[in-house]
């Protein structure tokens, strides 16, 4: 590696910003606050197993969801024509340009006890139902803020589907559930791996959604980060040692989902 | 009967995705505090809005911030990207292995990574971390849109460009910049967009004095709740929406151009 | 004649030497002016008088009488405040912590002594609060407001004799109607005093009793908030919340049907008072600061605008008659004599609650625990038997050619 490469700035920033930082996550995760080797920390973290299985299950949930709802809207954009195409993608865009807490903020209106949805219900005499400050109010925020992320990489692989593939199947026989399941759904798999990778890591890392929408009761492993190092319980160790736990869950989950796609090197990115 | 079927469809996850922000913008509109009920028409919510010095400051930081972060990210990751290039096999591997992290890295962990650095070194949160954390969660990002395009490129076209006579640096930026610039720019939008829009990286790294957008929308959400908020997406909407729009009917002309270029070669 | 003259001569030098003595004020303000100078102030939310609804903003007067900027953040527990402190890289200049944050604050010396030359106006805190417990020798605060805590209750769901006891909270007819405190003191606090503990037990046992009533209480929460208690109880969502005095004065302008409880088995009584941060860059600007909050006027209508009881005796003289008489802004002695107010626990009991109220707030009241463990296993299966089925496949092609 010559000092002459230009990539050489860049490289030097990558060590001290990125693997630097990592480092010290790792030791803060096993020292205590005198700087001794402990791992008292990470087994601490167990205590809270069943934060870390709720996250991941509302992530998995939330990501499901997304996939269904996403799957045939991205394949109709796909096929429609170029400048509706255009259009549409760039309705499907907007919401992901607004800021995050201010859709989240928004759904808050929508989902209180006099909130606009319960008021709709109440027209038609339905009772008010309890909708925020449940779990399921957190994986709709979790929905709501991260599917544009699983359309377009489904979309953006969908195109490169030749409409005549699809053709030519029907030619020779297929009906529709066939086209769809030998035919659309394995040429996609690359866009769904990716979709899945784009929603489910910040899904199972928010804290802002679970805060805001889930009442500050139903606690996800970023919210009980986030009370590590600038909330209640200032213990930086501890937080450490949960986002070592959270990477390693997130490389497991990584890992298998790669085993599902061995074809592809490199994700695709929008 | 197919086509009814998915349009219905797609107009209830249009619905879903826009009515909150629909909502929002009706009641920024509302005379009173409530957020449910709507009592008279004003715009006075707008008008305390320009008065609001935190959030007024809070957009410039972030537009500061952005604005440096994805200039210099688009740099230094251009620059990456060719060195990368470059690199044989197992250095290329490794070092695009770690470009992944701060990607594929939940945003709260390296939040907090980058914390825990900055005080480990010593230095005070404020504009300077900031605009460290943005540039180091974006640089990867323009080096992925870059990547691709240098390979895309035929790399004979700068050897043919130094067989003529250039020397290696005005070939570089004769040939090769115009070949990755769609990537590059690419690069930089996705850069400038993820710096606007940060909100966990920012909430960690942020001082007193240099309080982004978002994370002044965070606070106002955590307190007595005024319809500013609401105005305040207002106005986000419709600007994200005029640039969306102005983009695509730059997109528009540039393919009517091209269309009818092709058409002149045909004739 | 001797006295007439007495008199004018003392009159005249009682007006000549007034404008003398508010001169010298002024001066004081004045001595920073085109510096460029800029403090960091850290104060809970909703807790100084901001230019809202036609009140005074204080800290847009305080730049323009002194010159000085003010970068006005807020917390939202003194939990947090603590955090944000420790972890260093933000440089406060004045924080208001509560009574017995600060008393952790100087026991870890992370708080500057003040210098009262630059505080004239400290003069005119009552008696009552100076030299408090938290700080014996008053060398590091000047306090602020002080308040009870109680329950805000929306009359037309809950009946006045029920809401006179903590249990209250703790009844299942009002499933998820009931607000929570968000930060562990106050929440425990609660749960101590509905078991007849001191708020500053270091007993484990009582702690632990008091922890599993929390938890006991999560399925009837609805939330567990601090300011986003203001709309929540404005727009009817909750029936019953514990929160302080002052803030349910002002939801009551918004809401008419709210009132509020002392709850007989005691509550808490707290001081905010006003303080510099070790390292603050810009002290004698912050003492200027914190004595221009104690100036009659601003403190008068800090406390009108936020409701809660100032320290401030002239502050005080010139509140309406109502504001002085209402039992909610400054509760009889009887009711004072029943509030406790908190302490600083030592370091193990300290260390003790933190942890108990991460798992309340973390223990969910929704089970899905076995759901993914067979999740997991189930794909790790079925990348396994892909990847097998894969190989089998392959082998299978090759062989045929």
Do not use: A, K, Y
């Given at each position: 590696m010559k000092a002459k490469s230009p990539a050489f700035p860049y490289l030097v920033w990558m060590a001290v910003f990125i693997i630097v930082p990592l480092g010290l996550v790792v030791y803060f995760a096993v020292t205590t606050e005198t700087g001794e080797f402990t791992l008292d920390n990470i087994t601490h973290v167990s205590q809270y197993v069943s934060v870390i299985i709720s996250s991941i299950w509302l992530a998995a949930l939330a990501t499901v969801i997304c996939l269904v709802v996403s799957y045939p809207i991205s394949f109709v954009i796909s096929r429609a024509g170029f400048s509706r195409q255009k259009t549409m993608l760039m309705l499907v865009m907007l919401p992901m340009w607004m800021n995050f807490l201010l859709r989240t903020y928004a759904w808050m209106t929508l989902l209180e006890n006099n909130g606009l949805i319960n008021k709709f219900f109440g027209l038609f005499g339905i009772g008010p139902f309890d909708m925020i400050n449940t779990q399921g109010a957190v994986v709709l925020g979790m929905v709501y803020n991260y599917l544009p992320f699983m359309i377009l990489p489904l979309y953006s692989v969908m195109t490169k589907i030749d409409g005549k593939v699809i053709e030519a199947a029907q030619d020779l026989g297929a009906n529709t559930f066939h086209v769809f399941s030998k035919v659309v759904l394995p040429l996609s798999v690359p866009g769904i791996s990716t979709g899945i990778t784009m929603v489910f890591v910040p899904a199972v890392s928010t804290f802002i959604i679970s805060r805001m929408l889930g009442?500050?009761?139903?606690?996800?492993i970023g919210d009980l980060i986030e009370l590590q190092f600038l909330g209640g319980s200032y213990n930086p160790h501890l937080g450490a040692a949960m986002s070592l736990v959270l990477m390693v869950i997130i490389l497991l989950c990584m890992s298998i989902m790669n085993s599902f796609d061995s074809e592809q090197e490199e994700a695709m990115i929008l | 009967m197919k086509k009814a079927a998915s349009r219905i469809y797609m107009l209830l996850v249009f619905l879903f995705l826009y009515a909150p922000i629909i909502v929002m913008m009706v009641f920024s509109f509302n005379e009173s505090k409530s957020r449910t009920v709507f009592t008279g028409f004003t715009l006075d919510w707008y008008y305390k809005l320009f008065q609001n010095d935190v959030i007024i400051s809070a957009l410039g930081n972030t537009m500061l911030v952005a604005v440096i972060a994805s200039i210099a990210s688009t740099v230094i990751g251009t620059a990456a990207a060719i060195g990368i290039f470059a690199m044989n096999k197992r250095l290329r591997s490794f070092v695009l292995n770690v470009t992944y992290i701060p990607i594929l890295n939940p945003e709260i962990v390296t939040g907090v990574s980058l914390m825990l650095l900055f005080g480990f070194i010593g230095l005070n949160l404020g504009l300077t971390t900031l605009v460290l954390a943005h540039i180091t969660f974006c640089v990867p990002y323009v080096i992925l849109n870059v990547m691709p395009k240098l390979r895309q490129m035929n790399i004979s076209l700068y050897e043919a460009a130094q067989d003529l006579g250039c020397s290696p640096v005005r070939a570089f930026f004769k040939v090769v910049i115009p070949e990755i610039m769609p990537g590059i720019i690419t690069g930089f939008l996705m850069a400038f967009t993820y710096s606007l829009d940060d909100f966990v990286v920012s909430y960690f790294t942020t001082g007193a004095t240099s309080q982004t957008l978002p994370i002044a929308i965070y606070s106002m959400t955590r307190r007595k709740v005024s319809p500013q908020i609401n105005a305040l997406s207002t106005l986000i909407f419709i600007a994200v929406l005029l640039i969306l729009l102005l983009m695509n009917i730059r997109d528009a002309r540039a393919y009517k151009r091209a269309s009818q270029n092709k058409k002149g070669d045909s004739l | 004649m001797k006295k007439l003259l007495s008199c004018i001569l003392t009159g005249v030098l009682a007006f000549g030497i007034l404008p003398i003595f508010s001169y010298a004020a002024e001066a004081d303000y004045s001595?920073?002016?085109?510096?460029g100078i800029s403090l960091n102030v850290y104060n809970w939310g909703e807790y100084i008088s901001n230019g809202e609804d036609d009140s005074l903003d204080v800290n847009a007067e305080f730049e323009e009488r002194t010159g000085i900027k003010v970068n006005y953040t807020n917390f939202a527990s003194n939990e947090e405040l603590y955090a944000k402190l420790k972890s260093g890289g933000t440089s406060y200049d004045v924080i208001i912590p509560s009574d017995y944050m600060i008393a952790k604050l100087i026991a870890e010396d992370m708080l500057e002594k003040l210098n009262f030359e630059n505080i004239p106006n400290f003069e005119y805190i009552d008696e009552r609060f100076k030299n408090p417990e938290y700080d014996p020798a008053n060398e590091y605060s000047v306090p602020y407001m002080w308040g009870v805590v109680g329950i805000i209750y929306n009359t037309s769901l809950v009946d006045e004799e029920e809401a006179q006891s903590w249990d209250i909270l703790w009844d299942s007819r009002y499933i998820k109607d009931i607000l929570m405190f968000s930060n562990s003191r106050d929440a425990f606090g609660i749960a101590l005093k509905r078991l007849g503990y001191s708020f500053n037990t270091t007993d484990p046992e009582q702690l632990n009793e008091a922890a599993d009533s929390l938890k006991e209480q999560k399925a009837l929460v609805q939330a567990y908030v601090m300011d986003e208690i203001f709309d929540k109880m404005t727009g009817g969502e909750a029936a019953l919340a514990p929160y302080y005095a002052g803030d349910f004065l002002t939801m009551s302008e918004d809401n008419p049907d709210l009132a509020f409880a002392i709850p007989k088995e005691g509550t808490n009584r707290f001081v905010d008072a006003v303080c510099i941060p070790k390292g603050s860059k810009q002290k004698e600007a912050a003492e200027t600061y914190i004595n221009f909050l104690c100036e009659t006027e601003i403190a008068l209508a800090n406390c009108e605008y936020i409701g809660y009881s100032t320290p401030h005796a002239m502050a005080y003289e010139k509140l309406d008659e109502e504001t002085r008489n209402n039992l909610v802004a400054y509760p009889g002695d009887e009711v004072l004599a029943n509030t406790e107010t908190f302490v600083n626990l030592p370091d193990e009991a300290s260390e003790l609650v933190k942890n108990l109220w991460t798992q309340v707030i973390s223990t969910n009241t929704g089970d899905n625990k076995w759901a993914v463990p067979v999740l997991l296993l189930l794909a790790i299966a079925a990348s396994v038997a892909i990847n097998l089925w894969r190989r089998h496949k392959k082998k299978r092609d090759e062989a045929l050619y």
């Open positions: 009442g500050g009761g139903n606690l996800l | - | 001595r920073f002016e085109g510096q």
